[in-house]
């Protein structure tokens, strides 16, 4: 059983004393405690391997119980699921554990001038966790965020002006400001660096930063907004491979299912096999570097990954259909070139349903659910919800399931 753990247990069993404070937090949390009966000590991998998983929403729970705070400093509130109305909380302390990461990963340094491009608002927590990340490495720092499409150009002839060496965002994010830019013919020779989280890599980013920035590498990081940052990779890396950080604890479960547990002791969420849905294997990378790396290989669950943010599936389609005149609703998610470009909610509407359904469940969509709202904030007409005669189903099976993804030419 230890073998499917990244760290061998010489180096992570006299580190598990995190992992026993996050066990006895968990055990005091009504709704969770049942399911720890019988696990009392973690001393070993095999301990660790025998609890039970965690999900999303069991975490919320467990948050919403402990209401951590950080032992010095703020403690900072980031949105980890739910509504802009109610969202569900989570928390990190000043520094957002970038200190870990920057003992690992140094992708900038003083010399750099970078463009932190991950949005700012809607208590997301990218941005300042590469802010931090910057801080330490003590480079110059363009906080810019997210703009609308219409600035491109402006802010690009910018970047060229202020010799910008480096750039972070999501790929989706990414992906506007390379395709924008290589579409107008600018060119960003002095681009040496680009940072990105948040989603897989886009293989269009790679042609496109190679006509906009001959001299620019990719560097990554993949974590949750629950986990904060697992592991990095270099230009070196393949682009779905990282390197796990001392701190993070990463086991390979059933069905190739990773689930990760906390070894940092600042870490304010009870991370203990906390599954974030994502498949992987253990690795050796073609990098060179010694020791387990981790090979992500997608999603397993029905959160998919929308610019950039989770948008989980089976909520969108149960609060639809709670609303009186739905029969039955799906999930339409057109991409192109590796990109959501647009999310459509179908419904299936009773012969009784009033004739504004659609543009009312549309604006209480847009109104009340994180990803849409921020995933299309700069082009909302992107989403839309339609009445159709029929959904979409499997001619082979016949079944209709809750989301279908179509490639666009």
Known sequence: MTGSFSLPAELAEPRLSVAQRSLDRLKTVPELAPRYTGHDKVLALDDIAALPPLVKEDLNVALAHLEPKAEHGATWLFQSGGSTGAPKVGYAP????????YEQWRPLDRDDVFVNAWGAGRMWGAHFLAAALADLCGCQVIALGSVTKDEFGDWLDFFGRRRVTAIGGTPSVLRLWFAHARAAGIRLPALRKVLWLGEAWHSQLDEDIAAVAPDARRWGMFGSTETWVVGTNTPECPADVFHPLP????????????????LNPDMLNPVLRYQTGDAGRHVACACGRPGQAMQVLGRRDSVVQVRGLGLHVDDIIAQVEREPGVSQAQILISERQGRVSTVDIMVLADEDAPPDLAQRLRRDLMSATFTISTAFQHDPESFQVRCVETLITNDRTGKTANFVVRDEP
């Open 247 to 262: 701190e993070q604890l990463v086991h390979v479960g059933e069905d190739e299912l990773l689930d990760f547990t906390t």
């Open 94 to 101: 000043t520094g957002f554990y970038m200190r870990g990461v």
